[in-house]
T-cell receptor, first 113, second 113 residues
Framework: DAGVTQSPTHLIKTRGQQVTLRCSPK?????VSWYQQALGQGPQFIFQYYEEEERQRGNFPDRFSGHQFPNYSSELNVNALLLGDSALYLC????????????FGSGTQLSVL | GENVEQHPSTLSVQEGDSAVIKCTYS??????FPWYKQELGKRPQLIIDIRSNVGEKKDQRIAVTLNKTAKHFSLHITETQPEDSAVYFCAASWDHTGNQFYFGTGTSLTVIP
């Protein structure tokens, strides 16, 4: 049973570019959350998707957008990249109804030059 | 919104000693408090969690205590081993289903053999 898988594992972009990160949730999970983890900091909540809709959103600008597909996989898009967007982006999945806990992927390390 | 503070930021203990990490939260609506262990370059992994209707929970060498009145919770690791060395994060949320988790800033634990 695969856990949460994310791609790519590493990515280098330049300022102003756009990036798309991908996530496949743990088998059986229907909810995907995205977190940004800056170096030496705890993860910061970006948003959560359930039933292909954005269910909750943290304090991130509109440059950060997402999508969830019918198979529950998800994408995180970031437009107009800034140097400060450099971070580890973590995807986490869970089940809205039930006792399944939040399960994290290994993340995508984004470097903006 | 919720604010989670975590102390200490770094902690060194001798193998076999105990380690204690403390967190405080601000929102009395928070009722789920997980602890994650993150080894270098790896995903955060849930090690123990506690709900607000419970004051203490133990799992082998790991225990968590919660004081709802004071809005603080602590992680206790007994008989520490070198493999316990990692960064530990506390978090607070309304529930376990993936609603926005608010993370502390992390504690880097080093267990000295």
């Amino acid at each position: 049973d695969a856990g949460v898988t994310q791609s790519p594992t590493h990515l280098i972009k330049t300022r102003g570019q756009q990036v798309t990160l991908r996530c496949s949730p743990k088998s059986g999970h229907d909810t995907v959350s995205w977190y940004q983890q800056a170096l030496g900091q705890g993860p910061q909540f970006i948003f959560q998707y359930y039933e292909e809709e954005e269910r909750q959103r943290g304090n991130f600008p509109d440059r950060f957008s997402g999508h969830q597909f019918p198979n529950y996989s998800s994408e995180l898009n970031v437009n107009a990249l800034l140097l400060g967007d450099s971070a580890l982006y973590l995807c986490a999945s869970s089940l809205v109804d039930g006792n399944e806990k939040l399960f994290f992927g290994s993340g995508t390390q984004l470097s903006v030059l | 919104g919720e604010n989670v503070e975590q102390h200490p930021s770094t902690l060194s203990v001798q193998e076999g000693d105990s380690a204690v990490i403390k967190c405080t939260y601000s929102d009395s609506a928070s009722n789920y408090f997980p602890w994650y262990k993150q080894e270098l370059g790896k995903r955060p992994q849930l090690i123990i969690d506690i709900r607000s209707n419970v004051g203490e929970k133990k799992d082998q060498r790991i225990a968590v205590t919660l004081n709802k009145t004071a809005k603080h919770f602590s992680l206790h690791i007994t008989e520490t081993q070198p493999e316990d060395s990692a960064v530990y994060f506390c978090a607070a949320s309304w529930d376990h289903t993936g609603n926005q988790f608010y993370f502390g800033t992390g504690t880097s634990l080093t267990v000295i053999p």
